[in-house]
């Protein structure tokens, strides 16, 4: 079952790279493995995805261990500045640096482990009060200013979270603004190389493909709908 829905994702994303005039090798997807036992993990790892995205600093310490070390993790949830430091030097990115103060942890946890930690800066295009982020511009303009300045950080790029929808053509815009925000004048020199954007999941990661999505995280459509234990 994994195994089937991952090709049938992968053939997607191929389709959208055709479409926009991109090479697939641009776009990494990431199975969004949170709340999955590691049995179901093991099941992607074997069908070849080797980039998995979880959003709990806890769960992901538990699952790390008992995964094989090829693996590349993806830090997309909320982050709490108390929990860096155990998921410093262990993550290959960490989507959702949301405020400086956050940023700062990274950096002094960083600079105690003598490493660099590449994160994405997360912007809430939409301005949705359920997500993290913020959509103000300026707000947003400064953090990737004072982010890119802190020594022991890698800034590669953006995430988004769009909103839940039925219709992915909805999000369209969202994505395209990220990109757009991505590639102003003023952050030339922010950025590690070209902004890497991550963006879209089970519900529109085609048209996040066509607007140049690097990173595409996937989670229903590779494991199957989480059940949260609340009903
Ligand atoms: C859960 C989650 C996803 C995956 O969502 P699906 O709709 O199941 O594909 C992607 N990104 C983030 C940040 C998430 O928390």
């Not at 389709?15 to 709340?35: H, M, P, W, Y």
């Not at 699952?63 to 709490?80: A, C, F, S, Y």
């Not at 940023?103 to 105690?112: G, L, N, R």
């Not at 757009?180 to 048209?207: I, N, Q, W, Y």
């Amino acid at each position: 079952m994994i195994a089937q829905n991952l090709t049938e994702v992968r053939r997607r994303i191929e389709e959208a790279c055709k479409k926009s005039g991109r090479d697939i090798s641009e776009v990494t997807l990431i199975s969004v493995s949170k709340t999955k036992p590691v049995s179901m993990l093991k099941e992607a790892y074997d069908a070849g995805s080797r980039d998995f995205g979880e959003n709990k600093v806890q769960e992901l310490t538990e699952k790390m261990p008992v995964l094989p070390d090829d693996i590349r993790w993806h830090m997309i949830g909320h982050l709490q500045t108390n929990k860096v430091k155990y998921i410093t030097g262990k993550v290959s990115l960490i989507h959702s640096i949301d405020t400086l103060h956050l940023a700062e942890a990274v950096e002094k946890e960083s600079a105690k482990a003598g490493i660099k930690t590449p994160v994405l800066i997360e912007i809430n295009e939409a301005g949705e009060d359920s997500k993290f982020g913020t959509s103000d511009e300026a707000a947003n303009t400064e953090l990737i200013k004072r982010v890119s300045d802190l020594p022991h950080i890698e800034l590669k790029g953006l995430m988004t979270i769009a909103p839940y929808t039925e219709d992915p053509e909805s999000n369209r815009k969202y994505f395209s603004a990220l990109r757009e925000f991505s590639l102003r004048p003023e952050f030339k020199d922010c950025f590690a190389g070209h902004p890497l954007l991550s963006m879209g999941m089970t519900g529109d990661f085609e048209v996040a493909v066509e607007e140049g999505a690097h990173f595409v995280r996937v989670g229903t459509g590779i494991f199957g709908e989480r059940d949260y234990g609340i009903h």
